[in-house]
């Protein structure tokens, strides 16, 4: 009988291991924490240029979201390169936006991402 109960537990432990385990794959694979947190951020494709990024940067911060922390001697303002600034930008009106897929598109230039893009000092929400 006691080989029968380690049986048992051995594969109710193997069952639960699966279960929780896919699980995980699952919340991962769409980009949630297993407590239900939603990490997504809105970024530029890496093969998108610098004008195209201006443009999305100048359009972003034309749309009401404050853009003051990417300004020289803001928060985010450095590295002051167009990349940076404009992902900054884009993030936070994807953010305004409610975090929907279609408004991380800007022109085809943009992705979404489970990366989270803070440095040290600029930390993104």
């Not at 080989?3 to 699952?26: N, Q």
């Not at 494709?45 to 003051?68: H, M, R, Y």
């Not at 993030?91 to 085809?108: I, L």
Request: proline share 5%; aromatic share 10%; charged share 20%.
């Amino acid at each position: 009988m006691k080989s029968l109960s380690s049986v048992s537990f051995l594969l109710l432990g193997t069952v639960f291991f699966h279960l929780f385990s896919s699980t995980a794959v699952e919340a991962a694979s769409k980009g949630k924490l297993l407590h239900g947190e939603d990490k997504r951020y809105c970024v530029p494709k890496p093969e998108a240029s610098d004008t195209a990024l201006q443009k999305n940067l100048d359009w972003a911060c034309g749309q009401g979201i404050d853009c003051s922390p990417i300004q020289p001697g803001g928060i985010c303002g450095d590295p002051a390169t167009v990349r940076f600034r404009a992902q900054f930008a884009m993030n936070s009106y994807y953010r305004k936006e409610g975090s929907v897929d279609s408004a991380c598109d800007f022109s085809g230039t943009a992705q979404i991402t489970h990366v989270d893009p803070s440095s040290e000092k600029c930390k993104y929400v």
